[in-house]
């Protein structure tokens, strides 16, 4: 039965340790540009990464001090918290699987249309309050974000002529489309009231939760395989006991 236990705490300390990645996956979002922006994913990634932490804490010290209720409640609980896992991968799968760029002619870069992305991120920078804000962050991190597709350009198809980054004369072809017309050269401005650069957002926001999703898939992975270990040795710990208790009073 102490070799059953030892194993348990062995396996809930390795769970501890797969809440790093989570963690620290959490974390890196709130360091990316888009992310600081669009504060969504991080803070749910974050705290389910410390909520296992703690169950597995728990199931730590259940194991190596024989408590069987806190080996039950990380049984349970450990449960609950991969089925949120398993939800939280689902959905941002899910939401970021639209949205690839689009090839221009002679350009080196892809170029995003709003409609390209998932309605649920839409719904997410259409908000004329919320997109407020985040103009606001944005005009912040002007210099930082001049890579993000539409941002702080106008769309090419417009004919725009390039000057610098963030100055651009003489459309040529104002009709192509809604954003032509609203690109400004007032550095406060630019294009951020285009659809164009929402769409730039998100384009830089999907590939930063993509990224974030690869960590949260391998660990998912490992975390489910490290729970069944756990349970398979509680079982195997129950056994043992009822067995013990069946030659005690045979005997």
């Known amino acids: 039965m102490a070799l059953s236990n030892n194993f348990i705490g062995a396996i809930n300390f390795i769970a501890i340790l797969l809440s790093i990645p989570i963690i620290g996956a959490g974390i890196w979002l709130t360091t990316e540009p888009a992310d600081s922006c669009v504060k969504i994913l991080q803070w749910p990634v974050i705290i389910l990464g410390i909520l296992i932490f703690i169950v597995a804490m728990a199931g730590f010290i259940g194991a190596f001090w024989r408590?069987?209720?806190?080996?039950?409640?990380?049984?349970?609980?450990?449960?609950?918290?991969?089925?949120?896992?398993?939800?939280?991968?689902?959905?941002?799968?899910?939401?970021?699987?639209?949205?690839?760029?689009?090839?221009?002619?002679?350009?080196?870069?892809?170029?995003?249309?709003?409609?390209?992305?998932?309605?649920?991120?839409?719904?997410?920078?259409?908000?004329?309050?919320?997109?407020?804000?985040?103009?606001?962050?944005?005009?912040?991190?002007?210099?930082?974000?001049?890579?993000?597709?539409?941002?702080?350009?106008?769309?090419?198809?417009?004919?725009?002529?390039?000057?610098?980054?963030?100055?651009?004369?003489?459309p040529i072809n104002t009709g192509e489309d809604m954003d032509c017309m609203k690109w400004s050269n007032d550095q406060t401005q630019l294009c951020y009231n285009c659809d164009s650069c929402k769409a730039g957002l998100l384009a830089t926001l999907r590939v930063e939760w993509r990224r974030a999703n690869v960590i949260l898939i391998v660990t998912l992975l490992a975390l489910i395989a490290v729970y069944l270990l756990g349970c398979f040795a509680f079982r195997n710990t129950k056994v043992e006991e009822l067995f013990r208790r069946y030659k005690q009073g045979y005997s």
Request: some cysteine.
């Open 67 to 170: 408590i069987p209720h806190l080996l039950i409640f990380y049984l349970i609980a450990m449960l609950v918290l991969i089925v949120l896992l398993i939800s939280l991968v689902i959905f941002t799968y899910a939401v970021t699987l639209r949205g690839h760029g689009n090839i221009e002619p002679n350009r080196s870069y892809l170029e995003y249309r709003i409609d390209d992305f998932s309605i649920w991120l839409r719904r997410r920078v259409r908000s004329s309050h919320k997109w407020k804000v985040l103009e606001i962050v944005l005009a912040l991190q002007t210099y930082v974000l001049n890579w993000i597709n539409g941002c702080c350009k106008p769309p090419t198809k417009c004919g725009y002529t390039f000057v610098n980054p963030t100055y651009w004369i003489s």
